[in-house]
T-cell receptor, first 113, second 116 residues
């Protein structure tokens, strides 16, 4: 079955630690996205990538980093510079960059220890 | 910048009845797309329905339909014959219609509870 796989489902971070959230898709989609979801708020865009080896900052990129070395994979690293990382993180992909709807993974919940 | 407003944080409806969720947006664009996503307790976001702004006809997907009022910048979602499985957060989203763009703006969401 085609889809987007996010792992792990739950993740805990210690103070000063970097953690990486995985996002893999087998939909052959060009574009991939990372969102952060906080209670009572909609999704906010962290980073996006429209093609391999290229990515752009979204609205709240500070304290996060990404890479896009393969079409299928778009990992997100939450660095120690992100002072309030506790949130639900959603990865999405779209067929191409031209007004295609986004399809989402199941999300990763990140908490601070 | 585009903004999306969902003015109803929570709503409830009896099973088999009809409910309408509101969404308004602010944009100076003439070409754009609007979406409704559903997020059940499992937390996966599921695309419910999509509307192209250049189409006057309201989109319909089985029990889900929209009332798209372009002049009023309103995009409400109607769920007919509500089912218990419709219980979820519903997000309205806006996408500017231009080449090389998939940037979506989401509202804060409406939590819908379907009661038996």
């Amino acid at each position: 079955d085609g889809g987007i796989t996010q792992s792990p489902k739950y993740l805990f971070r210690k103070e000063g630690q970097n953690v990486t959230l995985s996002c893999e898709q087998n939909l052959n989609h060009d574009a991939m996205y990372w969102y952060r979801q906080d209670p009572g708020q909609g999704l906010r865009l962290i980073y996006y990538s429209q093609i391999v080896n290229d990515f752009q900052k979204g609205d709240i990129a500070e304290g996060y980093s990404v890479s896009r070395e393969k079409k299928e994979s778009f990992p997100l690293t939450v660095t120690s510079a992100q002072k309030n990382p506790t949130a639900f993180y959603l990865c999405a992909s779209a067929r191409d960059r031209n007004n295609q709807p986004q399809h989402f993974g199941d999300g990763t919940r990140l908490s601070i220890l | 910048a585009q903004t999306v407003t969902q003015s109803q944080p929570e709503m409830s409806v009896q099973e088999a009845e009809t409910v309408t969720l509101s969404c308004t947006y602010d944009t100076s664009e003439n070409n754009y797309y609007l979406f409704w996503y559903k997020q059940p307790p499992s937390r996966q976001m599921i695309l419910v329905i999509r509307q192209e702004a250049y189409k006057q006809q309201n989109a319909t997907e089985n029990r889900f339909s929209v009332n798209f009022q372009k002049a009023a910048k309103s995009f409400s979602l109607k769920i007919s014959d509500s089912q218990l499985g419709d219980t979820a957060m519903y997000f309205c989203a806006f996408m500017k219609g231009s080449y090389n763009n998939n940037d979506m703006r989401f509202g804060a969401g409406t939590r819908l509870t379907v009661k038996p």
